[in-house]
């Protein structure tokens, strides 16, 4: 029997699976003083089906650091847990007519069942899942904290909303226009809805973005800073003809304030339903209704022909004193600023085509040197000097704005202002399976927070299928029994809020309660959390770069200013997997190009799948399973055993009488190896490891099986390995009569004296081809490779007596000598 056929991956799966649940190598070990800790995170999944590819992908890319940390000797943290709550769950109990609880709990004791399979280093003891209410009592708890800090706040307004999943959408979980979950195309609303007043954050959000320099995705940190949308610039007060209240205007270009000849207010802002006269009232209503259909993507564009209706109203330019008509249109946001724009279209291109459309004067009052934007269509959006505007001509931008905001002051019509895009988070949702929102409502009383020693606010058991079909309104509103309380504060009948949180309330903040799942006093354990966090290395999707880690950043500073938490950043180090795709194309059911990862276990072992997934590239490129092979790592993979069947020399053995050329090969591995698993290098990892089963190979083919060096490249090439084939690894430190766990072996250490290079290879070249190749040492002079590269014989036979026009010599590499013609 061939040592191929003696390996079978399937064989050695259920060998060590059964042996890892008696061992608990990975379960952390909370009384553990004297070793450093590490905390290795991945974003928890959610119960929908199994495990499909993007899992196998994610958790082999999370599972290197860990196993590589336990290895070095660190005490590690690596838990797992099931992010529950969800409209998944929700929408299969109105099909199936059962509760939410039944498909949620039933998948996740599949997914587990599969983790288990696949063999991430998890330590199990922390399992979690947000759907219990001895988890989501504490997101309750901590919706309450930020209710007493004014953080969590009801008001009424316009929301988005899917019509299709009967629910409200933060701005975050709209893209391109439609709902991030189902793609439905989301409308507006007008309704009361909870918020978390996550701007309160924002400069903090950006400023301690300094601390993530480096150790995040550079695209990440630009996506939050894109969100965040912090500018400066100046408030500008218009009065109103017939309206007592100015209205406030945000710009960024205060200094161009000469040149504003009209004003435009979002369509569907408040103002613009206020302030329309009575003669115009039809034609702007038929115009926001119109405006209430498109996503704002499409109203952002630069490329729609701008559209807008005449309020009837004028503004007053606080500066030139002129009257100026005040339009509504689309093309201006209800959430930008103060719903309100002063159009200045000389110098800016969207308000150059509305001006254009409807007939509005341009006036320049920047001068660039180009021609007049009034004439050519084409605004004149640089900086340069200031002209036609009074008291502000000739100066530049900087020094415009300075002066026009000190202007403004004097005159008390403006200030100097800060404006972010970020918009406080929507929190709440009119769906069932989410964690309850705890507040009642009592007449006499107002909003009343449920005591927190009556929490966990409990989702009723008795609703189920046709009960939770979605109605516009949530299903606990229906549900009479549970939403009619007594009042908390006077006792008197009372209504709960029949609304939930939004799910990634629930994310936000379970990566503290790993730290201390089973604790019973509060959300964790605040010495648990300081011993453990921050996290070391976060795993998990680019998708996430806006809401969930956004989302975290704030709960962790929230935190910080409630002294619960000593840090201000929950997760030090970030790395973003990309997506397994097939053919160059997402995989997708409607395109019938699925491939399951089952299938793909069944037919090559967990090892297999984990080791493609990691070679194919680097953590963050996709993965065209259309080009991985898992038939080579196969290969590979039954090499390594078959290595270790071979091996002669006894443990023990002292590897310095060895091959040193072996010994060499092999502490080489380990150090490049080290490094790159270090950098999330893992294919470049692998490679390394690939070349050295190679090199020992050779070693054990010309009779060198009872080598110690041979033993010393088979253990380092099992310790290595059992970061991404842990299986295989396991199995070959057994046949080398090594005590399991390899997972606890240690790391290999790379001898400095071995990695020094003793010679290299010189390429000689005599009129641009190879000639001769020369064995020197590393150190060697120009001067003498010259010599010895012209001593040669096969160097001279090449050179036929010819004269030598130049030696270019690059010690101690290359010599390349160039004969006359």
């Known amino acids: 029997m061939s040592s191929d056929e003696q390996y079978d991956p399937r064989a050695v799966q259920d060998k060590w699976q059964a042996r890892w649940a008696e061992l608990d190598p990975f379960k952390a070990d909370e009384g553990d003083a004297e070793r450093e800790r590490r905390y290795a995170l991945d974003m928890f999944p959610y119960p929908s089906g199994d495990l499909h590819m993007?899992?196998?992908?994610?958790?082999?890319?999370?599972?290197?650091?860990?196993r590589y940390w336990n290895q070095r000797g660190y005490n590690v943290l690596h838990p797992i847990g099931w992010d529950s709550f969800g409209l998944p769950a929700e929408n299969a109990a109105i099909k199936r007519d059962s509760h939410p609880a039944e498909w949620t709990y039933a998948n996740i004791e599949t997914q587990a069942g599969s983790f288990q399979r696949y063999a991430p280093s998890f330590d199990w003891s922390r399992r979690l899942h947000t759907s219990d209410p001895e988890y989501y009592r504490w997101t309750q708890w901590l919706f309450l904290r930020f209710y007493e800090r004014g953080l969590a706040y009801r008001k009424g307004g316009q929301v988005n909303w899917c019509p299709n999943d009967q629910t409200v959408l933060a701005n975050e979980q709209v893209v391109a226009g439609r709902c991030e979950r189902c793609g439905a195309l989301v409308e507006k609303r007008v309704l009361?809805?909870?918020?978390?007043?996550?701007?309160?954050?924002?400069?903090?959000?950006?400023?301690?973005?300094?601390?993530?320099?480096?150790?995040?995705?550079?695209?990440?940190?630009?996506?939050?800073?894109?969100?965040?949308?912090?500018?400066?610039?100046?408030?500008?007060?218009?009065?109103?003809?017939?309206?007592?209240?100015?209205?406030?205007?945000?710009?960024?270009?205060?200094?161009?304030?000469?040149?504003?000849?009209?004003?435009v207010v979002a369509?569907?802002?408040?103002?613009?339903?206020?302030?329309?006269?009575?003669?115009?009232r039809a034609a702007f209503e038929a115009y926001r209704e119109e405006v209430s259909r498109e996503s704002e993507i499409e109203r952002m564009s630069t490329e729609r022909e701008k559209t807008g209706v005449f309020l009837g109203r004028y503004a007053v330019n606080p500066v030139t004193g002129e009257r100026m008509p005040v339009w509504a249109s689309d093309y201006v946001l209800a959430g930008y600023g103060h719903g309100a724009i002063m159009a200045v279209p000389a110098h800016d291109q969207r308000d150059l085509d509305f001006a254009l459309k409807f007939g509005l004067p341009v006036r320049v009052v920047v001068h660039t040197g180009e021609a007049d934007p009034g004439e050519t269509g084409v605004a004149t959006a640089g900086d340069g000097e200031i002209v036609n505007s009074g008291p502000i001509d000739g100066l530049g931008k900087a020094d415009a704005i300075e002066r026009i905001i000190g202007i403004l002051a004097e005159r008390g019509t403006g200030k100097a202002a800060v404006n972010f895009r970020l918009r406080d988070w929507l929190v709440s949702r009119q769906r069932f399976w989410g964690c309850p929102i705890p507040i009642v409502h009592c007449p006499a009383c107002g909003e009343v927070p449920v005591p927190d020693d009556q929490l966990p606010v409990k989702l009723p058991d008795d609703l189920r299928g046709a009960d939770l079909a979605p109605k516009g309104t949530s299903p606990l509103a229906a549900a009479e029994d549970w939403v009619n309380v007594d009042c908390p504060k006077c006792g008197g009948a009372a209504k709960r809020d029949s609304d939930t949180m939004d799910t990634f309330v629930d994310s936000s903040w379970y990566y503290f309660r790993y730290c201390s799942p089973r604790y019973e006093d509060g959300p964790f354990d605040v010495e648990a959390v300081r011993r453990w966090m921050p996290v070391d290395q976060y795993t998990g999707g680019v998708e996430h770069a806006i809401l969930h880690l956004l989302y975290s950043r704030f709960f962790t500073k929230v935190l910080y200013d409630m002294g619960m938490v000593d840090f201000t950043e929950p997760f030090t180090r970030l790395v973003n997997q990309g997506q397994v795709i097939l053919n160059g194309k997402a995989m997708s059911k409607s395109l019938g190009n699925m491939v399951d990862l089952g299938e793909q276990i069944?037919?090559?072992?967990?090892?297999?799948?984990?080791?493609?997934?990691?070679?194919?590239?680097?953590?963050?490129?996709?993965?065209?399973?259309?080009?991985?092979?898992?038939?080579?790592?196969?290969?590979?993979?039954?090499?390594?055993?078959?290595?270790?069947?071979?091996?002669?020399?006894?443990?023990?053995?002292?590897?310095?009488?060895?091959?040193?050329?072996?010994?060499?090969?092999t502490h080489r591995a380990v150090d490049e190896a080290t490094t790159m698993v270090e950098t999330s290098r893992f294919n470049v990892a692998i490679a390394r490891i690939m070349e050295l089963v190679t090199a020992t190979r050779k070693t054990i083919d010309a009779g060198g099986a009872g080598d110690p060096a041979v033993?010393?490249?088979?253990?380092?090439?099992?310790?290595?390995?059992?970061?991404?084939?842990?299986?295989?690894?396991?199995?070959?430190?057994?046949?080398?009569?090594?005590?399991?766990?390899?997972?606890?072996?240690?790391?290999?250490?790379?001898?400095?004296?071995?990695?020094?290079?003793?010679?290299?290879?010189?390429?000689?070249q005599v009129a641009g081809k190879v000639r001769?190749?020369?064995?020197?040492?590393?150190?060697?002079?120009?001067?003498?490779?010259?010599?010895?590269?012209?001593?040669?014989?096969?160097?001279?036979?090449?050179?036929?007596?010819?004269?030598?026009?130049?030696?270019?010599?690059?010690?101690?590499?290359?010599?390349?000598?160039?004969?006359?013609?």
């Open 602 to 665: 069944s037919e090559f072992g967990v090892d297999v799948v984990r080791l493609a997934m990691l070679f194919s590239g680097p953590p963050e490129d996709d993965i065209d399973w259309a080009d991985v092979s898992p038939h080579g790592m196969a290969k590979f993979l039954s090499r390594v055993h078959r290595i270790a069947t071979e091996v002669t020399a006894p443990v023990g053995a002292d590897p310095a009488t060895g091959d040193r050329a072996l010994r060499r090969a």
């Open 772 to 821: 001769e190749r020369l064995e020197v040492p590393p150190g060697i002079a120009a001067e003498e490779l010259e010599r010895q590269a012209l001593a040669s014989a096969k160097v001279r036979e090449a050179l036929g007596g010819a004269e030598i026009a130049k030696v270019i010599v690059r010690a101690p590499k290359i010599v390349n000598i160039v004969p006359k013609r």
């Open 54 to 66: 993007g899992h196998a992908e994610a958790y082999a890319i999370g599972d290197v650091p860990a």
């Open 192 to 263: 009361t809805q909870w918020y978390f007043k996550i701007t309160e954050y924002a400069d903090r959000l950006l400023a301690d973005m300094e601390q993530l320099e480096g150790a995040w995705p550079e695209r990440i940190l630009l996506m939050q800073r894109n969100w965040i949308g912090r500018s400066t610039g100046a408030d500008v007060d218009f009065e109103i003809e017939g309206r007592a209240e100015p209205v406030t205007v945000y710009t960024t270009r205060p200094d161009t304030l000469y040149g504003a000849t009209f004003m």
């Open 711 to 764: 033993r010393e490249a088979a253990e380092a090439i099992a310790v290595m390995v059992s970061l991404f084939a842990p299986y295989t690894a396991e199995e070959v430190w057994e046949l080398l009569d090594r005590k399991a766990p390899v997972a606890k072996a240690g790391w290999p250490e790379a001898d400095p004296a071995l990695l020094v290079e003793e010679s290299v290879t010189c390429v000689v």
């Open 267 to 280: 369509a569907d802002a408040a103002l613009a339903e206020e302030i329309v006269a009575p003669e115009q």
